[in-house]
């Protein structure tokens, strides 16, 4: 009797069409969304013998070249 019971379950959550798809796959999810990626680097300061972790994200390619060609352009007269 409970092989009979533990059959016709089995075969009502097989035939349910949301089970029927790809496991693993779902539509209503949205994607997650893009980390910026880090680079870290440890600097010893002076006076102590614990080093300190300095982190900072990576821009792209195209603003850093914008970045220095603005910062290139002199501004002013200076006299060295």
Avoid at 46 to 66: L, N, Q
């Amino acid at each position: 009797m409970m092989t009979l019971l533990l059959s016709l379950a089995l075969a009502a959550a097989s035939s349910d069409p949301a089970s029927a798809a790809a496991p693993g796959a779902t539509a209503a999810q949205p994607a997650k969304p893009v980390k910026p990626k880090k680079v870290c680097e440890r600097i010893e300061s002076t006076g102590s013998s614990v080093p300190k972790k300095v982190c900072r994200t990576v821009k792209p390619k195209a603003e850093t070249d914008a970045a220095n060609t603005v910062a290139a352009v002199p501004t002013g007269t200076a006299t060295n």
